[in-house]
């Protein structure tokens, strides 16, 4: 059975894909809300990003009125709302707007109908539609959009970190068919730090089975020199020339899988290398050889990243770790 909803306002006035609409009276509504606007033969959907509330008093009158100062005749109060359009649905095929909607068109809160038009459920379910106090139908993320581009933006203490905390257990939960690497640059998805309840993936039900933690902490995060070929050089650093990147190779030809200890040993020591090359270049290359921090890339032949693929590979799910270190060490850590 279809419930016509009554309307909660009418459109003011539209610019682009924004629409201001007022808002009826008594009728609850919250940032972030989505709305129906039905125009024609077509219906919109928007989010609602802003509100005000005034009234139709210029700020003299409004002040002398408050003050009991004068009395002023009729006039209105009135709330305007503030919502960017989304979503266009036209006969049964919905898409992104291609137009917007007209002055005094309706606007209505969202019905369960309106959920199934906005296909919002997935198998990777992160939550309910909420509609004024209403909750509709699941909102999730269906498991062929994974590796797609996808971004998060919300204001801070929006629920960003919470969404993501669902969102990898879900990920845990539907192992093997679903698995990820998080790298973690503010160290709060294992134990939920600075969230109501403090939960976070230790907590989940299958975190000692489906996940691995990979902290600089525990010394489990290591990149061993000996696992560093000269290709990866571009990966550690971003600004690596062609005549480093030579030098390196030429290194590792006559040195081997210690290329990178035995010259800087030999560097530290004699001022030079074990191959010939321009005191620039060899100078260069050595600084940026000698900025790589020792616990972070030992002098061994154990890399991380080799457990962290065997892992993924089995459908476990590898949570890195990455707060506290210096931010170029962050991207070498993710790059690699
Ligand atoms: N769906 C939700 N229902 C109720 N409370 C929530 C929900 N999501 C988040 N919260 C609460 O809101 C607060 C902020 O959430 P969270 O840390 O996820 O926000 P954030 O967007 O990551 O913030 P920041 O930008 O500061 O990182 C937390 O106390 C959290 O428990
Ligand atoms: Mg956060």
């Known amino acids: 059975m279809a419930i016509m909803s009554e309307s909660i306002g009418f459109v003011r006035g539209t610019k682009g894909d924004s629409v201001a609409f007022f808002l009826n009276k008594e009728v609850n509504l919250s940032f972030g809300q989505i709305v129906r606007i039905d125009s024609g033969e077509r219906s919109f959907y928007a989010r609602v990003v802003n509100a005000e509330s005034?009234?139709?008093?210029?700020?003299?009158?409004?002040?002398?009125?408050?003050e009991g100062r004068e009395a002023y005749g009729p006039y209105s109060a009135y709330r305007s709302v503030e919502a960017i359009l989304f979503l266009e649905k036209r006969a049964a095929k919905a898409r992104s707007p291609t137009f917007n909607p007209n002055y005094k068109d309706r606007v209505y809160s969202t019905s369960e109908e309106d959920c199934s038009v906005l296909n919002l459920s997935g198998e990777l379910e992160l939550g309910r539609l909420l509609s004024g106090e209403q909750l509709l139908g699941s909102a999730g993320i269906s498991v062929e959009a994974i590796p797609l581009m996808m971004g998060m933006f919300g204001m801070t203490g929006s629920g960003k970190t919470n969404t993501e905390l669902v969102l990898n257990a879900q990920i845990i939960d539907?192992?093997?068919?679903?698995?990820?690497?998080?790298?973690?640059?503010?160290?709060?998805?294992?134990?939920?730090?600075?969230?109501?309840?403090?939960?976070?993936?230790?907590?989940?039900?299958?975190?000692?089975?489906?996940?691995?933690?990979?902290?600089?902490?525990?010394?489990?995060?290591?990149?061993?020199?000996?696992?560093?070929?000269?290709?990866k050089l571009g990966t550690l650093f971003a600004?690596?020339?062609?005549?480093?990147?030579?030098?390196?190779?030429?290194?590792?030809?006559?040195?081997?899988?210690?290329?990178?200890?035995?010259?800087?040993?030999?560097?530290?020591?004699?001022?030079?290398?074990?191959?010939?090359?321009?005191?620039?270049?060899?100078?260069v290359l050595m600084q940026k050889l000698s900025s790589l921090p020792h616990d972070l890339f030992p002098a061994s032949g154990y890399t991380f990243v080799d457990s962290i693929t065997q892992n993924v590979c089995q459908g476990i799910t590898c949570l890195i770790d990455i707060s506290g270190l210096r931010s170029d060490d962050q991207t070498r850590i993710v790059c690699l």
Do not use: C
Not at 57 to 65: F, G, M, P
Not at 259 to 278: D, K, Q
């Open 54 to 66: 005034s009234s139709t008093l210029d700020i003299i009158e409004q002040l002398r009125e408050a």
């Open 239 to 283: 600004d690596t020339q062609p005549p480093q990147r030579r030098l390196a190779w030429a290194l590792y030809r006559k040195l081997g899988k210690q290329w990178i200890e035995s010259s800087l040993e030999t560097y530290r020591a004699e001022g030079n290398v074990a191959v010939r090359a321009h005191k620039s270049v060899v100078e």
């Open 174 to 231: 539907r192992s093997p068919e679903t698995v990820t690497i998080l790298f973690d640059f503010a160290g709060q998805l294992l134990d939920g730090k600075g969230m109501k309840p403090q939960k976070g993936l230790k907590d989940h039900a299958l975190f000692h089975s489906k996940v691995r933690y990979y902290s600089a902490k525990d010394k489990k995060m290591a990149v061993g020199l000996h696992t560093i070929t000269p290709e």
